[in-house]
Every structure is written in C-alpha cells, then in structure tokens.
C-alpha cells in the first residue's frame, strides 16, 4: 500500500505533508529493497545499482557519481564490475540496497532483507543496515519476522497479528510494557513465561508465590515473567529442570511447573516449557528441581479472556 502496488479501503497515506493516496507508484519517491535482491544476472553491480538512474533519464556523469557514492558507502567499490553470480550472498544485498539509495528517495521500504542470509552474516548485515539508516537520515519502513531485528534495528517497532496492529512503541517501551499477552510473548528473546494463575483473596498463585491483582482480575490471570524476572528463593514457584541451556555469559533454564496446578496460558501449546536465566557458573541438571520467585517488578498480569494488559 505504501508503495501504491494496493489499494488502500480507507485513510491516506502521507509522505511528510504530501499526500500520495492516488499517486502512481513511480511518481511516490519510494525506493524497495526485496528479500530476493532482484539483480539483473546480466548486468555489472554498477550498471544494476545504476539502472533506475538510467531509465530515468539522469545523465551518465550523474549517474557515475551516485553509483560511486553508495559503493563507498557500502563497501561495495572492489566489486562495481563484477556480475551478481561473483558475489556473496551479503554483497548482493548490499548491492540491492545501494540500487536504493542512488536514488535518493524519501522513503525506504525493506521486504525481509536478511531472511535469505545466513545467522552470522544476518547479525552483520542487521548492524550495517541500522548504522546506514543513520548515516543517511532516511525514513525506512521495515518489515521482518524476526522480533531481534526489530528490537535491534527500529526507533518505533509496529507488533501486527492477523493484519491487526497490536502495539506500536520503542523497542524498550514494547518489552517492559507491552499491551497485551500477544505482544508480550512475540517481543523478547528466550520468550516471556505466560501462566495462567487462579485469583483467590486479591492474589494469583503460582505455587507458593503470591502476586497481588488488581480487584478486575476475575478469577484467573495470565502471569507474565521474563526469563531474567526469576530469583533462586528457599520458597516460590518449583520449576523440574528438563534442558539447561549454557551460552558461555548466560545459562538458561527450560523445564516445567513442579506444580500441577500450575498451567501455561496456551492450554494449546503442549511443548511450552518455563524458562529461567540462571547463574552460569552454578547450573542445575536436568532431573533437578529449582525454586524461583519474582519482585513485583518484574510481574506483568494480562487478562485470562482477552489478553489485555491490567
């Protein structure tokens, strides 16, 4: 819809204060990057990166000079005269987004740029296209299913299920405050716990932990805690240890409530587990059983029916 390949059912779409609602296309200043690059396999990295210049009209020494100006930016100088086939699948990308920002457009638009990369060179890329952005001060709309990305690379992350918009904030305001047991689970990286806790005299039970609820509660809430919002306590909520994860500076623990009373708020996801972060260098072992409690701080309560937050 931004870029004016659908139309829209109501609204406007601004670019600044101009508005492009019935605007074609090509007259919207909107430059995209794809997931799949689309370089021409014919043609040089300057003459792809070139290429709308030309239709365009700009004039060669114009043209040299933008498609120069990106490569440096990109890195991209020792490679303006090879073929898409000669180069990594992270100087294609490059490659693709320099074919952008010769351009100079308003406007970016990124359909999942990194998806087809592999983990190492998506971090890299990840840091590289953050700090471009930057560096050029161009508005960029970013598409991705990867909530890293988002955390990592957006000023303001949207949060769409179903086409329907969620949340949208900073990346910090979305993790400590986020809107919904949705968003809550989406956002984070191991993924909030979400339990479902009865509601008896002003409190949710998870085990013996005690977390006070507002009187709106009704008889159950969604309890949402974070891997990093658990202590070890002598008395709280019992977790059985079934995987330790050790990262070197981090280890974390995956299990499930010791508790039968104790459920996951998706009844439907059998292969939920609870997940702790846990002191590295003192992990348990699978077979063990932890006890953790939570500060209220680190409590985030959600409505059992519609998942909103209280």
């Not at 890329?125 to 299913?145: E, K």
């Not at 689970?185 to 409190?203: D, E, H, Q, R, T």
């Not at 699978?286 to 680190?298: C, E, L, M, Q, R």
Request: no cysteine; net charge negative; proline share 6%.
């Amino acid at each position: 819809m931004l870029a004016g390949l659908e139309e829209i059912d109501e609204g406007r779409i601004l670019i600044g204060d101009r508005d492009v609602t019935n605007v074609a296309p090509k007259d919207r200043d909107i430059a995209m990057v794809f997931q799949s690059y689309a370089l021409y396999p014919h043609m040089t990295v300057a003459e792809n990166m070139g290429f709308a210049l030309k239709i365009a009209g700009v004039s060669k020494e114009e043209r040299d000079k933008r498609v120069n100006e990106a490569a440096k930016l990109l890195d991209l100088e020792p490679y303006l005269e090879r073929k898409p086939k000669a180069l990594s699948g992270g100087q294609r990308q490059r490659v693709a987004m320099g074919r952008a920002i010769v351009r100079e457009p308003q406007v970016f638009l990124m359909d999942e740029p990194l998806s087809n990369l592999d983990a190492k060179l998506r971090v890299a890329t990840r840091t590289q296209i953050a700090a471009l952005q930057r560096r050029l001060g161009i508005t960029t709309v970013y598409v991705t299913h990867d909530q890293v990305e988002a955390m990592t690379m957006g000023d303001r992350v949207a949060v769409l299920k179903d086409g329907l918009l969620q949340q949208v904030d900073t990346p910090r305001n979305l993790y400590d405050s986020p809107a919904n047991a949705f968003v809550a689970g989406f956002i984070g990286s191991p993924a909030m716990n979400l339990l479902s806790a009865p509601v008896s005299g002003g409190k949710a039970m998870l085990g013996d932990l005690a977390i006070d609820v507002p009187a709106s509660a009704g008889a159950s809430v969604t309890v949402g805690i974070r891997p990093e919002g658990f202590a070890p306590a002598s008395k709280g909520f019992n977790v059985l240890v079934e995987v330790v994860e050790e990262l070197g500076a981090d280890a974390f623990v995956y299990g499930k409530p010791a508790d039968s009373t104790v459920k996951f708020a998706n009844s439907t996801d059998e292969g939920a587990q609870v997940i702790v972060r846990w002191d590295p260098k003192n992990p348990p072992k699978p077979g063990d059983t932890i006890t953790v409690t939570a500060n209220a701080s680190s409590v985030h309560l959600f409505s059992s029916s519609t998942g909103e937050r209280l």
